[in-house]
């Protein structure tokens, strides 16, 4: 399909999911690049792929790469997103894409003047069953949105043992569940109904304030299956739940509940939405079932088949009804959007998270700080 080769930086979990939906598209991967040669050599072995770069500028200089993927720690994203804008390659960053307002808001500036296509990893839009609830919210099967709630909840930072380097604020910023899962609901929320969030009322609360931090790296999702025998005492400044009120552009209110340390919910990402003439429900645990809350009628539970959902939801669902589609589906269909708007030239049209969007989580972000800091609510200013 004629898509430009791609260059992965960072091998972590996120960093082998990025290839391995890349390979599904028929992308060629040009190179990768970990935290060090040793541990980039051998992920290449692994993963069949011969280039490995010695580092970042080697990356800029190779005018075979079209896209870079960064797919590093936070604190990282700013640096390597900025020169690869400004070496004119394409980007897809994780999230968050900064750690401030002004990092975000230079880059989403930088992508614009440079005519770039630069998306943010909000993956989450890209289940079948998301596209088929946003095109039944935009067909006005909902009526207006009155009230939006959820949450996401996971476990894998539960005990005192857990570690990842998302805990360390020089890593992952003063935020952490807040910026880490919190952005992927409020980027759904916002995206799923055409409202942005204009106030938030957060209260942030960090219930282990120690932990037992290892005296070796500990990759994302492993740590609860590392044993605790080499490991040091060390103080939490992030927060491991977030209570956030919401208020959309229309007058919506919403209820956001975030958490890293609820015992049996691995990735529970869910929402509801209450419109004037119907409710919807959907959760990334049971990702191919839409519930569709009636007054007047029984309710319903949709299942996936492209067959019968929207025609702008259907592209979206590659398999025929029966056949689940799941998280790593949904890396396909956003890297998809991505490289067909670099081969195309269509970066205006896209359909992919793009990093103005990025910026906006990277305000909320901030608001949400200041309003648990200062304990009200606090609006957002464009």
């Given at each position: ?13 996120m960093g082998r999911t ?41 990356i800029l200089a190779d ?320």
């Amino acid at each position: 399909m004629n898509f430009p080769h791609a260059a992965v930086v960072g091998l972590g979990f996120m960093g082998r999911t990025h290839i391995q939906s890349l390979r599904r598209l028929g992308v060629q991967i040009g190179g990768i690049l970990g935290s060090d040669r040793e541990k980039s050599e051998r992920f290449g072995h692994q993963l069949g792929i011969s280039r490995v770069y010695a580092d970042f500028n080697e990356i800029l200089a190779d005018p075979a790469i079209g896209v870079v993927h960064l797919c590093t720690p936070n604190h990282l994203h700013y640096p390597l997103a900025k020169s690869a804008l400004q070496a004119g390659k394409h980007v897809i960053c994780e999230k968050p894409l900064a750690l401030n307002t002004t990092e975000s808001l230079e880059l989403a500036r930088l992508a614009d003047q440079h005519n770039l296509v630069a998306a943010v990893n909000y993956n989450l839009r890209f289940y079948p069953l998301v596209q088929e609830a946003r095109a039944r919210i935009q067909a006005g099967e909902i009526g207006e949105a009155r009230l939006f709630h959820g949450g996401y909840l996971q476990d894998w930072l539960f005990l005192p043992s857990d570690w990842n380097w998302r805990l360390e604020p020089e890593q992952g910023g003063e935020l952490r569940v807040v910026s880490d899962i919190g952005t992927h609901w409020m980027d759904m929320a916002s995206w799923l109904t055409g409202l942005q969030i204009t106030a938030v009322m957060a209260d942030l609360s960090t219930f282990l304030p120690y932990r037992r931090k290892p005296l070796h790296a500990v990759e994302t999702f492993a740590g609860k299956l590392a044993a605790d025998d080499q490991a040091e005492q060390t103080p939490i400044h992030t927060e491991d739940t977030a209570c956030i009120l919401l208020a959309f552009s229309n007058g919506a209110r919403g209820a956001l509940t975030l958490s890293q340390i609820s015992a049996g919910r691995k990735n529970y990402f869910w929402w509801e939405i209450s419109g004037s003439r119907a409710s919807l429900r959907w959760d990334q645990e049971n990702p191919n079932q839409l519930w569709v809350g009636q007054r007047d009628q029984p309710n319903q539970i949709v299942i996936k088949d492209p067959a019968l959902m929207h025609p702008e939801a259907r592209p979206f669902a590659d398999f025929p009804g029966g056949h689940a589609e799941g998280y790593p589906d949904t890396f396909v269909q956003l890297f998809r959007q991505v490289y067909c708007a670099v081969r195309d030239n269509a970066i205006r049209s896209a359909a992919f998270p793009s990093f103005a969007d990025g910026h906006r989580q990277i305000a909320l972000c901030s608001a949400i700080q200041q309003s648990a800091r200062e304990k009200r609510w606090v609006e957002l200013t464009d």
